[in-house]
């Protein structure tokens, strides 16, 4: 059954990680939330979503893609005009590219292994329907 999106509002959350059972992980995690959720492993692959249409309310993107950086991925979508409340998952301590990210827009990074609490707590704002932006905020 295809879900309406006159009828079913929920946010969508995009997760971006190369590591399928990191993905998965956080999935499942996010699931618990009453969102959508889209795994990709590419940031190429994400934005191909979106040039297909999709329209996410939050990314949450590992800090090493493997074909571009978070920074480089955060500069397209605001060349396109996007703006989309980014969380970053990092997992060796990469504070450089952390800083340079969060300068870039990402709200905030979380060090892997995250604690699932905190990880929920972090998103469950940036989708609430109350509370959320626009989807397409200008840039």
Known sequence: MCSNPF????PTVVVLDANIAVRSGVEAL?????????????AGDFLAAVDRGMQPDCLVVDLS?????????????KRRG???????????SE???AVEAMRAGAITCIEKPYIARFLLEQ???LVDLGAAAPRDRPA
């Open 7 to 10: 009828i079913d509002s929920r």
């Open 123 to 125: 998103v469950a704002p």
């Open 95 to 97: 504070v450089d590219s």
């Open 30 to 42: 996010l699931r618990t939330l009453p969102t959508h959720v889209a795994g990709f492993a590419s």
């Open 65 to 77: 893609l493997p074909d571009l950086s978070v920074v480089a991925l955060l500069a397209e979508l």
């Open 82 to 92: 996007r703006s989309i409340p980014t969380i970053l998952l990092s997992g060796n």
